[in-house]
């Protein structure tokens, strides 16, 4: 007899728990067009933020919950009454389709060091906390943090009075990734066997990596019958991340012996899609030996591996890259192409943009077709990319001229625009970047010390779209992540770095 195919909720966090890696915070744009991106991959539920933590976290949610439609909204909260009101009113514009997500520390080591407060004080906090949120909204999660070091049977306990005070959703996280899969899938087992009603709700877990295990913890309790999976794309998250969602999702769907027919809504062709937007927008560059999305995850450079790829696909490619995303870009456009070209090309691509937007973007495209014959769909993400990333600029790039030669010392002299000043200076330093960033600092005032620096590729040739991606500390106090995109490496370079001090200054 053929077995029933089971249905998985895909509950993403990108955006809430993705986006507390350090440096890797995004715009209210840059969230909105993340979400719009998570709907169109077919997640469930969107984790749009922590509303009461500040008011752009705020006021973000709320954006997400008016404009992004299909999945449920989440906006999460401790148990505590001002969390829990700030959450309803973010998510107000979702009417029937949000979500509060609440939690509190169940764990022994919490309860004794962070709370201070004994079992019973934490079951009649949870409770409320549920009570409250149910005044406000039909569905509620409660997530008993740090449930893997949890003792089983006050876990239990208290899972059973969330449920009784109207939680529909009861979540087993894995905070700081301690557990192993099968003493984790043993967990889940124990909690369907001791609580009553557990039937009623859907199970969810939520695993962290730290010992890189995310992924097989959540996949085991999965298999012991958790119908809800939280992660990220790409895994990013806090310390060494969360479980990451695309290789979830690929395993269940290429191992159906393993884990039985589980269906979820997730449309696979978007996963890279998702993936390299994440990617962009957080500033967070996926690994090339990233499974599933990685440059190299489709790559064979071995002799016999390519000799059997030639010969069947599956002798050495478990996944068809072509299902998840892997796949030439459409016909390029050319300098010749006109607005409305361009224009359809970018709703095809799924950016819906203002008028004002698309003219910015029209005109970079003018600007780089006159340098490169073809203009492909990543150089086209890139400049949306940089169009959505683009914050009030206090200094605008007006004229950069770098001196290189062999032997010399490097100098640029920078020309910036504050308000109706124009701005002048010239520096001295190690290279032409480094003496190009000396010149804006001499200019504004800041001083930033340049953690990370990354340069890539957008598409192949010589002649390619250079996307440079930087992390700067300034004063030790403001960790900032930005990116810019240029034919031209350096200018690149000092935009990414001009960004950088734009947003510092905000």
Same mark, same amino acid.
């Given at each position: 007899m053929e077995m029933t195919a089971k249905r998985l909720i895909v509950f993403d966090t990108t955006l809430r728990d993705g986006e507390q890696c350090p440096g890797a915070s995004m715009t209210s744009r840059q969230k909105l067009e993340v979400a719009k991106q998570l709907a169109r991959l077919g997640v469930d539920v969107i984790e749009?933020?922590?509303?009461?933590?500040?008011?752009?976290?705020?006021?973000?949610?709320?954006?997400i919950a008016a404009q992004v439609k299909g999945p449920k909204i989440c906006g999460?909260?401790?148990?505590?009454?001002?969390?829990?009101?700030?959450?309803?009113?973010?998510?107000?514009?979702?009417?029937?389709? @949000? /979500?509060?997500?609440?939690?509190?520390?169940?764990?022994?080591?919490? %309860?004794?060091?962070?709370? *201070?407060?004994? !079992?019973?004080?934490?079951?009649?906090?949870?409770?409320?906390?549920?009570?409250?949120?149910?005044?406000?909204?039909?569905?509620?999660?409660?997530?008993?943090?740090?449930?893997?070091?949890?003792?089983p049977e006050f876990l239990a306990k208290i899972i059973q009075k969330v449920i009784e005070a109207g939680a529909t959703t009861v979540n087993i996280p894995d905070t700081v990734g301690y557990a192993v899969p099968e003493e984790f899938a043993s967990l889940i087992r124990y909690l369907f066997d001791h609580v009553q009603d557990i039937d009623k709700v859907v199970v969810s877990v939520h695993c962290h990596n730290d010992l890189g295990l995310a992924v097989a913890n959540s996949l085991?309790?999965?298999?012991?019958? @958790? /119908?809800?999976?939280?992660?990220?794309?790409?895994?990013?998250?806090? %310390?060494?991340?969360?479980? *990451?969602?695309? !290789?979830?999702?690929?395993?269940?769907?290429?191992?159906?012996?393993?884990?039985?027919?589980?269906?979820?809504?997730?449309?696979?062709?978007?996963?890279?899609?998702?993936?390299?937007?994440?990617?962009?927008?957080?500033?967070?560059a996926v690994q090339r030996n990233k499974a599933v999305v990685g440059e190299n995850a489709f790559a064979h450079a071995a002799g016999i591996h390519q000799d059997g790829i030639l010969k069947k696909r599956e002798t050495y490619e478990i996944i068809d890259p072509k299902i998840i995303g892997w796949e030439q870009s459409e016909l390029p456009l050319t300098k010749h192409s006109g607005r409305a070209a361009l224009e359809n090309r970018l709703k095809i691509l799924g950016f819906e943009l203002e008028k004002e937007e698309i003219d910015n973007i029209f005109s970079q495209f003018k600007q780089i077709g006159d340098k490169k014959k073809f203009i492909y769909d990543d150089d086209l993400v890139s400049l949306v990319e940089g169009q959505i990333s683009r914050i009030k600029e206090t200094y605008e790039l007006e004229y950069v001229a770098v001196t290189v030669c062999?032997?010399?010392?490097?100098?640029?002299?920078?020309?910036?625009?504050?308000?109706?000043?124009?701005?002048?200076?010239?520096?001295?330093?190690?290279?032409?970047?480094?003496?190009?960033?000396k010149a804006v600092d001499r200019i504004t005032g800041q001083h930033g010390h340049l953690v990370e620096y990354e340069v890539k590729s957008v598409t192949e040739g010589k002649d390619a779209i250079g996307e440079v991606t930087v992390k700067v500390n300034f004063d030790s106090k403001k960790l900032v992540t930005a990116k810019a995109a240029s034919t031209d490496v350096i200018e690149a370079s000092i935009k990414a770095y001009l960004n950088a001090v734009n947003k510092a200054l905000l």
């Amino acid at each position: 007899m053929e077995m029933t195919a089971k249905r998985l909720i895909v509950f993403d966090t990108t955006l809430r728990d993705g986006e507390q890696c350090p440096g890797a915070s995004m715009t209210s744009r840059q969230k909105l067009e993340v979400a719009k991106q998570l709907a169109r991959l077919g997640v469930d539920v969107i984790e749009a933020g922590f509303p009461v933590i500040s008011q752009g976290d705020f006021e973000s949610v709320s954006e997400i919950a008016a404009q992004v439609k299909g999945p449920k909204i989440c906006g999460l909260a401790r148990c505590l009454p001002k969390d829990i009101e700030a959450a309803a009113e973010a998510l107000k514009p979702a009417a029937d389709a @949000a /979500r509060i997500h609440v939690f509190l520390a169940t764990s022994q080591i919490h %309860r004794r060091f962070k709370l *201070a407060k004994d !079992e019973e004080e934490i079951v009649r906090i949870a409770v409320e906390g549920v009570r409250l949120a149910k005044r406000y909204v039909q569905d509620v999660e409660f997530s008993a943090e740090d449930a893997s070091r949890t003792e089983p049977e006050f876990l239990a306990k208290i899972i059973q009075k969330v449920i009784e005070a109207g939680a529909t959703t009861v979540n087993i996280p894995d905070t700081v990734g301690y557990a192993v899969p099968e003493e984790f899938a043993s967990l889940i087992r124990y909690l369907f066997d001791h609580v009553q009603d557990i039937d009623k709700v859907v199970v969810s877990v939520h695993c962290h990596n730290d010992l890189g295990l995310a992924v097989a913890n959540s996949l085991a309790a999965i298999k012991a019958g @958790a /119908r809800q999976v939280e992660g990220t794309i790409n895994g990013i998250g806090e %310390r060494a991340g969360n479980a *990451a969602l695309e !290789e979830i999702i690929m395993a269940l769907h290429t191992r159906p012996d393993a884990f039985g027919k589980i269906e979820t809504g997730i449309q696979l062709k978007e996963i890279l899609r998702t993936s390299r937007l994440v990617s962009r927008m957080s500033g967070l560059a996926v690994q090339r030996n990233k499974a599933v999305v990685g440059e190299n995850a489709f790559a064979h450079a071995a002799g016999i591996h390519q000799d059997g790829i030639l010969k069947k696909r599956e002798t050495y490619e478990i996944i068809d890259p072509k299902i998840i995303g892997w796949e030439q870009s459409e016909l390029p456009l050319t300098k010749h192409s006109g607005r409305a070209a361009l224009e359809n090309r970018l709703k095809i691509l799924g950016f819906e943009l203002e008028k004002e937007e698309i003219d910015n973007i029209f005109s970079q495209f003018k600007q780089i077709g006159d340098k490169k014959k073809f203009i492909y769909d990543d150089d086209l993400v890139s400049l949306v990319e940089g169009q959505i990333s683009r914050i009030k600029e206090t200094y605008e790039l007006e004229y950069v001229a770098v001196t290189v030669c062999s032997g010399g010392i490097p100098m640029a002299t920078i020309k910036l625009r504050h308000g109706e000043e124009v701005l002048v200076d010239a520096s001295t330093g190690d290279g032409a970047v480094d003496a190009a960033m000396k010149a804006v600092d001499r200019i504004t005032g800041q001083h930033g010390h340049l953690v990370e620096y990354e340069v890539k590729s957008v598409t192949e040739g010589k002649d390619a779209i250079g996307e440079v991606t930087v992390k700067v500390n300034f004063d030790s106090k403001k960790l900032v992540t930005a990116k810019a995109a240029s034919t031209d490496v350096i200018e690149a370079s000092i935009k990414a770095y001009l960004n950088a001090v734009n947003k510092a200054l905000l």
